[in-house]
């Protein structure tokens, strides 16, 4: 399996919902990633995983909540998001070994199309 | 400063003529650049990494350092190469885990028949 998954495909959610994005992988990669990417502009890197522990927070606002509960698996917990969080959320992974990065391809999933009304 | 520039929004280039991508880098150290490419309705994905010196899809792309550039080129333009090209660095932290990559603003590609 060369592919990582991505659920749901869309979200819609209130200002006070609490939602989850959920992001597989079974390529054995020990990196993971979340990425929000508005339309018609780049990625915008938000967390890093490694090894199950984070290991970069781009500052993200803390109405977004990762998680890692085991190598294969990478969630991301909504909860009071405002209207300008309409976005893109890319996950992604990558190979890494004992700590060391083997490569730095990184593999996309398809996204999760979120719409905060 | 770290930074990946990709000057041109948006590029249109007809069917059977050279493409050229432009890219230019920022960065202290020794680069690692990439190329990826979104086709529509499709994930990003890798195209290109100038360590592997290959030829993905009859692209190649040639790190510059003196002139700080890594433009991605293909010699004849084919309609399915349509798609958003995204110019990537990797900005190496003080700790291996703290790498990541940065990716330019991107060029969209629309190859005319």
């Known amino acids: 399996d060369t592919e990582v998954t991505q659920t749901p495909k869309h979200l819609v959610m209130g200002m006070t919902n609490k939602k989850s994005l959920k992001c597989e992988q079974h390529m054995g990669h020990r990196a993971m990633y979340w990425y929000k990417q508005k339309a018609k502009k780049p990625p915008e890197l938000m967390f890093v995983?490694?090894?199950?522990?984070?290991?970069i927070n781009e500052s993200v606002p803390s109405r977004f909540s990762p998680e890692c509960p085991n190598s294969s698996l990478l969630n991301l917990h909504l909860h009071a998001l405002q209207p300008e969080d309409s976005a893109l959320y890319l996950c992604a992974s990558s190979q890494e070994q004992s700590g060391k990065v083997v490569s730095y391809e990184q593999y996309f999933g398809p996204g999760t199309r979120l719409t905060v009304t | 400063a770290q930074r990946v520039t990709q000057p041109e929004k948006l590029l249109s280039v007809f069917k059977g003529a050279p493409v050229e991508l432009k890219c230019n880098y920022s960065y202290s150290g020794s680069p690692e650049l990439f190329w990826y490419v979104q086709y529509s309705r499709q994930r990003l994905q890798l195209l290109l990494r100038?360590?592997s010196r290959e030829s993905i899809k009859g692209f190649t792309a040639d790190l510059n350092k003196g002139e700080t550039s890594f433009h991605l080129k293909k010699p004849f333009a084919q309609e399915e190469d349509s798609a958003m090209y995204y110019c990537a660095l990797l900005s190496k932290g003080a700790l291996n885990r703290d790498d990541k990559i940065i990716f330019g603003k991107g060029t969209r590609l629309h190859i005319l028949p």
């Open positions: 995983y490694s090894y199950e522990k984070l290991s």
């Open positions: 100038h360590i």
